[in-house]
């Protein structure tokens, strides 16, 4: 029984690193000296831990249509500070401000977002840079 509670314990051990990286810091993902707005329409919302997601079709001059992916906060702070899932939705006008990813895609953190009716939330986590 000894080497079943060992077994277990190495193997929960080894699970570790992969919640650990499931979560990243905002250093690691984004340039808090690149900060990006983009305004466009809501094409998609995932409202799942460990963050939110949600994209934006934003128009270039030309028409040429780029999505942006958003990273938003977890779902239960954003809750509990009043934004609720259904708070952005598919074809809603919003204009956002983030910082871009390292990486140079398209993907930012999504920190302040202001609908067309000028209300505004704050929609990155607590750790996040927020935008001035």
């Known amino acids: 029984m000894s080497n079943m509670k060992n077994l277990l314990a190495a193997s929960l051990l080894a699970l570790c690193p992969l919640?650990?990286?499931?979560?990243?810091s905002f250093?690691?993902?984004?340039d808090a000296a690149n900060p990006v707005a983009v305004t466009g329409?809501?094409?998609?919302?995932?409202?799942?831990?460990?963050?939110?997601?949600?994209y934006v079709d934003v128009k270039d001059d030309a028409g040429k249509v780029a999505t942006w992916g958003f990273s938003g906060g977890a779902p239960g702070m954003l809750m509990r500070r009043?934004?609720?899932?259904?708070?952005m939705k598919i074809g809603d006008e919003i204009m956002v401000e983030g910082f871009r990813a390292r990486d140079g895609s398209n993907n930012a953190s999504g920190g302040k977002v202001t609908f067309a009716d000028g209300r505004s939330v704050f929609?990155?986590?607590?750790?996040?840079v927020v935008p001035k």
């Open 19 to 24: 919640a650990a990286s499931a979560h990243h």
């Open 27 to 30: 250093a690691a993902e984004y």
């Open 41 to 54: 329409t809501v094409s998609k919302v995932e409202w799942r831990n460990p963050h939110i997601w949600f």
């Open 82 to 87: 009043g934004i609720n899932p259904d708070a």
């Open 123 to 128: 929609t990155a986590s607590a750790e996040d």
